[in-house]
């Protein structure tokens, strides 16, 4: 069966932010201070699941960490987008997962009098900024000429919050924070959506040897597999210095050629 289109993305996500460390460096930098200064980040645990809807599945994918704070519990849920277009009804979908995993708290603990709070972070691989996704409050249809007084006694009664929204298009590849292995992958990925996957900051030798070398290997493939030539691609591995990356590179090269090899072979066959 044929990977979804989305997988590469879903995975290369999944796989590096789902190491609690790569996780915490990248938000603890994103978060106000007088947040994560109360918060016990060595203690940050990944929680099973997803909490997408089926339909965005092939769009989005999600991790969701524990974290502890002074005896009690805080969940921190990170949205990632790989879609092409602002969602308006971000907000909406938002709300929709956190009473999702609420409910899933209450599951795991039966006699807990309380909820923990969750922290929503989404990140979006876009080319350019959005706008802001619209509020909840925002999303509802009442006449732009309502006084006031109203709209404040009707938000009363309408479920609103904030959620924390970084965006790869606002920053620039030496802003990004976290660990050696988040910013290499997130300046993948931003380079991705931009068309620049050869641009010197995703073959930063610094960052790939300090990042896990399966996750190195990850990357290449994630880099070769979009519409990246192979020429182009062999001409940048034999630019790598580092005895071993360059080795680790030329395998998946090799490893490309064979597999363009293969389906002009077959196309011939046909």
């Known amino acids: 069966m044929d990977e979804p289109l989305h997988q590469p993305h879903d995975k290369l996500f999944t796989t590096t932010f789902g190491v609690p460390e790569n996780a915490a460096a990248f938000i603890q930098a994103t978060l106000p201070e007088t947040l994560t200064s109360r918060l016990d980040w060595s203690g940050l645990l990944p929680m099973p699941g997803s909490f997408v809807d089926s339909r965005y599945r092939r769009s989005h994918s999600d991790l969701l960490f524990s974290v502890p704070l002074e005896g009690r519990e805080v969940l921190l849920y990170i949205l990632f ?133 399966d996750l190195v290997m990850m990357v290449l493939r994630y880099i070769q597999g979009r519409t990246v030539d192979i020429e182009s691609f062999e001409a940048k591995v034999e630019g790598i210095r580092n005895t071993r990356l360059r080795r680790d590179a030329m395998t998946v090269a090799e490893q490309y050629r064979q597999q363009g090899l293969q389906e002009g072979l077959q196309e011939g066959l046909q």
């Open 81 to 213: 987008e790989h879609q092409s277009t602002r969602d308006p009804w971000l907000s909406l979908r938002l709300l929709r997962y956190m009473v999702n995993i609420w409910d899933d708290s209450q599951r795991r603990h039966p006699d807990a009098e309380k909820l923990p709070p969750i922290l929503p972070v989404v990140l979006s691989q876009n080319a350019e900024s959005w706008a802001s996704a619209p509020s909840i409050l925002e999303l509802l249809d009442i006449p732009e000429d309502f006084p006031d007084e109203f709209v404040e006694i009707l938000r009363r009664y309408v479920p609103d919050f904030s959620h924390i929204h970084l965006q790869l298009a606002g920053m620039d590849y030496e802003e990004i924070p976290g660990t050696p292995a988040g910013i290499y992958v997130l300046r993948a990925m931003k380079a991705e959506r931009l068309g620049k996957l050869l641009d010197e900051a995703v073959w930063d030798e610094a960052l790939m040897s300090a990042t896990p070398r």
